[in-house]
Nanobody, 113 residues
């Protein structure tokens, strides 16, 4: 199975932006739907955005309008652009093929002044 490694997180001030990357160990062309999830401190992991191979995308209400998911099949990478970051965006962010329950290390995003 293809494995994913997330990167791009960090400490950002409120209102800032980040681009998270999800590098796959193999070809993602055959993966129908990729998603970005996050787990805030003390909370469950939630799906925040997903993208189908057709290009259609879904965004959770908590991030809609501030987040864009994209995938570059040639680079086997999925991205998550987050704008206007808020303290409540603080979480570990993970990417995965929808339906899988094995997880990588994720990338920590901390929004604080």
């Amino acid at each position: 199975q293809v494995q994913f490694v997330e990167s791009g997180g960090g400490l950002v001030q409120p209102g800032g932006s980040l681009r998270l990357s999800c590098a796959a160990s193999g070809d993602i062309l055959g993966i129908s739907t990729m998603g970005w999830y996050r787990r805030a401190p003390g909370k469950r992991r939630n799906l925040v955005a997903w993208m189908h191979s057709s290009g259609s995308a879904y965004y959770d209400a908590s991030v809609k309008g501030r987040v864009t998911i994209s995938r570059d099949n040639a680079k086997n990478t999925v991205y998550l652009h987050i704008n206007n970051l808020k303290p409540e965006d603080t979480a570990i962010y993970y990417c995965n093929e929808l339906g899988r329950t094995d997880w990588g290390q994720g990338t920590q995003v901390t929004v604080s002044s």
